[in-house]
């Protein structure tokens, strides 16, 4: 009996993957729960552990992007029934009257080529062949690092061998007759998922910016007061932590905002699973705080660092990403006052900050006193969200930071 293996889905957001490496060879007898293959969507990449023993026929190699659910391999039960799916056949015997050749190369792996360079056979895996050919790169320049005789070229090399060309010093000035040389950066692989998520988000939703100032004098008090306490909490406490906290409170109290849209029907969420912006290497990942709403302060802060330092580690696990209710982006780090986040869709509500600055304002007495404020926007899809809804979370928002002992209550 055959058992097809198809793409599988990780996360409610993806819809295709692109196939990184295969760890099992064509023809392999493969256990179930083996590691048999690498795939990348569009936050991460995740090692796919078959369900399905037996004789392994391959049918998407390396640097293929396909669909989820459309078939990538084939197990069978039995060698008989891989040799028949495959046509298998012992290859012809070379006649001893043939004139000496040199020695063939090893068989590559599954998903690789085999090329010549510099007299030396080497090898390269197809999402590195995929890269070399959308960049105009001849892979015979390029070093290989990978396989366990460092003689497999991976995708690695070929970016590296790309970074080097960006970073090479630069020519003596030329005449002007000489040509420019354009370096071509593929956009494969998460950065490729990002773009098309972002391009569709905008798309297929009616998005709109708001933007109020807030008072944050208070909130960065309690913070200091709080990394003071740092070795009884156990935790260092950040300013994000502070506004997480927050969000999840506001959320909490609107259920048709903290929510999904299909495009069809709401899904309102009991709890808040909160998602955050984190900026990574390999471009934006979005991990989820699950039931972000049920955790204290110092319980916030360990999940938010956790999820932050796995995702730039490339450790996120399926279920942690694509799957939240509300997203927060905070650039407060950067010299950024405003921005208009771009919707994690299918959520309808997305909060940004921005930096702090001093300025002066007038208080309630009158008077007037230097103040650290602090922009906040909210982009929210108009199809859903109205803008008096927004006009009530921000007040909420804004109430909550200017008076931030609230947020622990």
Not at 375 to 387: A, E, I, S
Request: proline fraction near 6%.
């Amino acid at each position: 009996m055959r058992t097809d293996i198809v793409m599988p889905k990780a996360g409610l957001t993806m819809i295709e993957g692109t196939i990184s490496q295969w760890k099992a060879a064509e023809g392999a007898l493969v256990q179930k729960g083996e590691v048999i293959m690498e795939y990348e969507n569009e936050k991460n990449t995740i090692e796919y552990e078959t369900v399905h023993g037996g004789y392994l026929h391959i049918l998407a190699a390396e640097g293929d992007t396909v669909a989820v659910g459309e078939p990538i391999a084939v197990v069978t039960d039995t060698k008989e029934e891989y040799d028949a799916l495959t046509g298998g056949a012992p290859s012809a015997p070379v006649p001893e009257a043939a004139p000496a050749v040199p020695a063939a190369p090893a068989a590559a792996p599954a998903g690789e080529t085999p090329g010549r360079k510099g007299g030396r056979h080497f090898r390269a895996t197809g999402l590195a062949r995929k890269m070399a050919r959308q960049a105009g790169v001849d892979l015979a320049d390029v070093t290989a690092t990978g396989g366990p005789d460092g003689r497999r070229i991976t995708a690695k090399d070929v970016t590296a061998y790309l970074d080097g060309r960006k970073t090479q010093p630069a020519a003596a000035p030329v005449s002007a007759g000489d040509e420019d040389e354009v370096t071509v950066v593929p956009w494969t692989g998460v950065r490729k998922t990002i773009a098309k998520n972002m391009y569709n988000s905008l798309q297929n939703t009616a998005q709109c910016t708001a933007m109020c100032k807030v008072d944050v004098t208070e909130l960065l008090a309690l913070r200091q007061k709080l990394v003071a306490e740092q070795e009884y909490l156990g935790v260092r406490i950040t300013v994000n932590d502070l506004l997480c906290a927050a969000v999840c409170r506001v959320m909490k109290k609107y259920p048709l905002l903290n929510g999904t849209f299909d495009g069809k029907n709401f899904h309102s969420h009991k709890h808040v699973h909160l998602s955050l912006a984190v900026a990574t290497e390999g471009g934006l990942m979005v991990p989820v705080i699950k039931n972000a709403d049920t955790l204290s302060l110092t319980e916030l802060s360990r999940a938010a660092k956790d999820l932050g330092l796995r995702a730039r580690e490339k450790r996120l696990q399926n279920g942690e990403q694509g799957c939240g209710t509300v997203t927060v982006s905070n650039v407060g780090m950067f010299p950024i006052d405003m921005s208009t986040p771009i919707l994690n869709a299918p959520e309808v509500l997305i909060f940004g900050f921005g930096r702090t600055v001093k300025e002066p304002r007038y208080m309630p007495d009158g008077a007037l006193a230097p103040r650290d404020m602090m922009n906040m926007y909210l982009t929210f899809d108009h199809q859903v969200v109205d803008g008096q809804a927004v006009g009530r979370v921000f007040e909420d928002m804004q109430r909550l930071l200017e008076h931030p002992h609230l947020i622990t209550v």
